[in-house]
């Protein structure tokens, strides 16, 4: 699996928009990006996955760039319930003998 | 409801002793994976399965054994061997869409 870059930490306020930044520079062309979010003590939950067009459900936008080496979460108006670890990962959708791994993420802090 | 379970969310040993945390899938997942975390870091892979019977190392899998007797289960044994084995465990499996998480047990040894 390709590796991933993320800035360790982050600060939105709260109403604004959070652009969570990841680099994945070495994708291959049928990899797609992941993104999780863990918040404190639990386990990491989905979020969103896109291939190369941008991707848009209930809980965020996906904006990945036209030559796939970086992507950007959107979170539209983030509240304080969005503080959590975001974890960007690439990976081949579908079944595969793949070691899955994730990076450390980064830390966003909503602030009042 | 489908989902992945581990048990327990909170469990104490002594030093020296074997533990076996539990992870157990309704989701019908060939995957399942075994990671650890540690207070303020990411997540670390220990052991993976892609299919009964069969799992292979993670990158941390020194002091750790697993089985994958049946495709719902895919338990952990935290051995003598691991020299730091307090920590937060979580499991994992992994369908077309992504991977679903256990809510994590905690282990502490004192």
């Known amino acids: 699996d390709a590796k991933t870059t993320q800035p360790p930490s982050m600060d939105c306020a709260e109403g604004r928009a959070a652009n969570l930044p990841c680099n994945h520079s070495?994708?291959?062309?049928?990899?797609?990006v992941y993104w999780y979010r863990q918040i404190h003590s639990q386990g990491p939950q989905y979020i969103i996955h896109?291939?190369?067009n941008n991707e848009t459900n209930e809980m965020a936008s996906l904006i990945i760039t036209e030559d796939r080496k970086s992507s950007t979460l959107i979170l539209p108006h983030a509240t304080l319930r969005d503080t959590a670890v975001y974890y960007c990962?690439?990976?081949?959708?579908?079944?595969?003998?793949?070691?899955?791994?994730f990076g450390t993420g980064t830390r966003l802090t909503i602030i009042p | 409801d489908g989902g992945i379970t581990q048990s327990p969310k909170y469990l104490f040993r002594k030093e020296g002793q074997n533990v076996t945390l539990s992870c157990e899938q309704n989701?019908?997942?060939?995957?399942m994976y075994w990671y650890r975390q540690d207070p303020g870091q990411g997540l670390r892979l220990i052991y993976y399965?892609?299919?009964?019977?069969?799992?292979q190392k993670g990158d941390i899998a020194e002091g750790y054994s697993v089985s994958r007797e049946k495709k719902e289960s895919f338990p952990l044994t935290v051995t003598s061997a691991q020299k730091n084995p307090t920590a937060f465990y979580l499991c994992?499996?992994?369908?077309?869409?992504?991977?679903?998480f256990g809510q994590g047990t905690r282990l502490t040894v004192v």
């Open positions: 896109g291939l190369k």
């Open positions: 399965s892609q299919i009964v019977n069969d799992f």
């Open positions: 994992a499996s992994m369908g077309y869409v992504g991977a679903f």
């Open positions: 989701l019908n997942h060939d995957a």
């Open positions: 990962i690439v990976r081949v959708a579908g079944f595969g003998n793949e070691k899955l791994t």
């Open positions: 070495t994708i291959s062309g049928n990899e797609y």
